[in-house]
């Protein structure tokens, strides 16, 4: 899975201070692999500790390279799916969650070949905008894996005990497709299926719709939309529909990144 | 960097196309849709073009009335900075220097504050914008520019990363520095010259 241009280093949070006059440090940090698990038959989380990070926010992604020995790269940016954990400048470790796609230069190598106690160069955290500072009323609304950087966000409400500041929607198209399935539930969740639905589920399979969000949403939330093009049109219109302005809609779309 | 990837050979890239700046890749046939508004439904008969701040005569255009001006073409490729590029693609519209010499840039001016329908923003030198590098354009591949593409007019910046080619456009701000505009303010660099991958504040 991965991401979206519309996301960004925020000066904030720029991994590295410019000094004036002094050389500037290479932003690239050589991550070790820590932890792989699948999380869907196409999907697999890696979980990578990088030396000298700032801690992210919650929204985030970062940017994984590879380098070939004639040292041609490939980057691909992912969304960090795991929540900040408080811990200060150091060490940080960032949760991907990978979709493997047919062909895919990047994602295929992530899956194939990359092992435990392996590095990978990474970049970030990057992005100021698609961000959840833990703080405010947040629905949330993905598409598949657009689901990753609202994991984030989840996770870090239940991590810090606000899991009434967040109302998450999501939107796969079988059981089979959904990631995070055993920690995603709760009474924060709405999972909304549009091709298959899990046996005795109630609701028939179909697109979101404005039935599928809360009931009430609070005038000062703001709405994070995550998911491909035809995703974010969709939910961004049953947010206009259901009242939210514009102006409190963050969108991020993305198509497939191999 | 010295360093490389464990086991990575990466695919095919003896061939790689010349045309492709580092760090991107040949998205081919598709054109991927990033934006990070709600995209807006905006309607010719009122839609304006502006051209305002250090210059000598504050011009707004209507839809019919820029389409009068005298066209101008780009074809050739695009640049996102989420590392894709699509090569051969066809723009019409007008110049941004059609534009510009009608509304008569003062000599102190520097840069230039695009600003769109929506709240968007971004920022390029006036050099960047000027000598046939730059469009106001509204058909791609010889049809209306569709909406989640920046129609009804988006602008068209090739030479530097797609942000900068502002979706929706509504105006150029004339201005004598630089004013960073939204992703510049979210980490994104001032210029964003793919060729010297300028894609966060500090490349």
């Given amino acids: 899975m991965a991401i979206p241009g519309s996301s960004s280093g925020t000066r904030a949070t720029e991994l590295v201070a410019p000094v004036p006059g002094a050389p500037r440090p290479s932003p690239w940090r050589s991550a070790k692999v820590v932890g792989i698990r699948p999380e869907t038959a196409r999907t697999k989380t890696f979980r990578l500790a990088v030396p000298d990070a700032m801690p992210h926010r919650a929204g985030q992604h970062c940017i994984v390279r590879l380098t070939a020995p004639d040292g041609y790269t490939a980057s691909r940016s992912y969304s960090i799916a795991s929540a900040p954990d408080g811990s200060p400048n150091g060490v940080q470790e960032y949760e991907i969650t990978v979709e493997r796609l047919e062909g895919g230069e990047v994602s295929t190598f992530l899956h ?7 590095e990978l160069e990474v970049r970030g955290p990057i992005g100021g905008w698609f961000v959840w500072e833990g703080d405010s009323p947040a629905l949330l609304l993905g598409g ?22 967040v109302r998450l929607v999501v939107s796969v198209r079988s059981p089979d497709d959904l990631l995070y399935a055993d ?24 697109r979101l719709a404005a039935s599928d969000l809360p009931q009430t949403i609070a005038p000062e939330t703001s709405a994070y939309v ?4 035809a995703f974010a049109e969709g939910a961004s219109g049953v947010l206009l529909s259901a009242g939210v302005p514009t102006e409190a809609i963050r969108v991020e779309r993305f198509g497939a990144t191999s | 960097m010295a360093r490389f990837t464990r086991g990575f050979g990466g695919r095919a890239h003896a061939e790689r196309d010349p045309r492709l700046p580092p760090g991107q890749y040949d998205t081919g046939n598709s054109w991927p849709v990033l934006t990070a508004e709600v995209t807006p439904r905006l309607d010719t008969a009122t839609w304006t073009f502006t051209i305002e701040g250090l210059v000598d005569r504050p011009t707004t255009w209507s839809w019919d009335e820029i389409h009068a001006l005298p066209p101008s073409a780009y074809s050739g490729a695009i640049h996102c900075v989420t590392t894709w590029s699509k090569f051969g ?14 509304a008569g840039v003062q000599p102190t001016a520097t840069h230039v504050l695009a600003f769109s329908h929506t709240p968007y923003t971004t920022n390029l030198p ?4 000027t000598g046939g590098k730059a469009w106001v354009v509204w058909d791609y591949e010889g049809r209306p520019l569709e909406p989640a593409h920046g129609g009804p007019a988006r602008l068209l910046v090739p030479h530097l990363y797609f942000w900068k080619s502002a979706k929706f456009i509504a105006g150029l701000r004339v201005l ?7 992703w510049e ?9 793919p060729w010297l991958e300028q894609r966060y504040q500090g490349d």
């Fill in chain 2, 185 to 193: 303010q979210n980490g994104y660099h001032d210029r964003g010259d």
């Fill in chain 2, 126 to 129: 006036l050099a960047d914008v």
């Fill in chain 2, 176 to 182: 004598d520095h630089d004013e960073p505009g939204f």
């Fill in chain 1, 226 to 229: 995550c998911g491909s093009a």
């Fill in chain 2, 89 to 102: 693609v066809n723009f019409t519209g007008v110049s941004v220097d059609t534009l510009l010499e009608i």
């Fill in chain 1, 183 to 206: 920690e995603i539930v709760g009474p924060e969740s709405t999972i909304v299926y549009t091709r298959t639905v899990p046996p005795a589920f109630s609701r028939p399979p179909a």
């Fill in chain 1, 112 to 118: 194939d070949e990359v092992a435990l106690g392996d």
């Fill in chain 1, 144 to 165: 598949g894996s657009g689901v990753v950087p609202l994991m984030a966000m989840l996770r870090l409400a239940r991590n810090t005990g606000r899991p009434d500041l």
